[in-house]
T-cell receptor, first 114, second 117 residues
Framework: DAGVIQSPRHEVTEMGQEVTLRCKPI?????LFWYRQTMMRGLELLIY????????DSGMPEDRFSAKMPNASFSTLKIQPSEPRDSAVYFC????????????FGEGSRLTVL | GENVEQHPSTLSVQEGDSAVIKCTYS??????FPWYKQELGKRPQLIID?????GEKKDQRIAVTLNKTAKHFSLHITETQPEDSAVYFC????????????????FGTGTQLKVEL
């Protein structure tokens, strides 16, 4: 398996633009997570899905952020409109197990909002 | 929700010395404690984990200890090597059982470990 695949790896955009980040989890993994990493706040959980259903989105910063998982092999994280403070590395991770399962992270998407 | 604190934020050791990173957590129901290593520009990767039914686990040069009463756990790296230089994150899972919430990990803020020659 190729692991968790994220795209794009790098995104530079201007404030106010829409940003869409994409993730393909490892086949067979029932859990998918979106994390945001910044120097100031470390790794923050934004939202996670179980069997394509959003379970906990309490970490989503505000209404500008939305995430979907239309099927077991694809998820998107959208920011509209983007702001400079959204600049961060966004990681997608998947896990095969419930409580106590290892997270397999993608390579991350580095977002820069000018 | 769970709160995980990690110390120190930076740690510099000489090659061959030991390194210890400590974490505390707030939710007494947490029962899974993994450690992730993140090299510069790379993804976090699991290096070792421990569950609440054991107090210590070892894997070659890496060991983790857990004190549930005090709600703290530690990572120990012995005989450090330059390739151990990275950021290390501890984490704890919110033990909500099998309702779908049990896999939510809360991460510490990370420790930048530098192993000097």
């Amino acid at each position: 398996d190729a692991g968790v695949i994220q795209s794009p790896r790098h995104e530079v955009t201007e404030m106010g633009q829409e940003v869409t980040l994409r993730c393909k989890p490892i086949s067979g993994h029932d859990y998918l997570f979106w994390y945001r990493q910044t120097m100031m706040r470390g790794l923050e959980l934004l939202i996670y899905f179980n069997n394509n259903v959003p379970i906990d989105d309490s970490g989503m910063p505000e209404d500008r952020f939305s995430a979907k998982m239309p099927n077991a092999s694809f998820s998107t994280l959208k920011i509209q409109p983007s702001e400079p403070r959204d600049s961060a590395v966004y990681f997608c991770a998947s896990s095969p197990a419930p409580l106590g399962g290892e997270l397999f992270f993608g390579e991350g998407s580095r977002l820069t909002v000018l | 929700g769970e709160n995980v604190e990690q110390h120190p934020s930076t740690l510099s050791v000489q090659e061959g010395d030991s390194a210890v990173i400590k974490c505390t957590y707030s939710d007494s129901a947490s029962n899974y404690f993994p450690w992730y290593k993140q090299e510069l520009g790379k993804r976090p990767q699991l290096i070792i984990d421990i569950r609440s039914n054991v107090g210590e686990k070892k894997d070659q040069r890496i060991a983790v200890t857990l004190n549930k009463t005090a709600k703290h756990f530690s990572l120990h790296i012995t005989e450090t090597q330059p390739e151990d230089s990275a950021v290390y994150f501890c984490a704890a899972s919110e033990g909500r059982g099998l309702t779908g919430g049990g896999n939510k990990l809360t991460f510490g803020t990370g420790t930048q470990l530098k192993v000097e020659l």
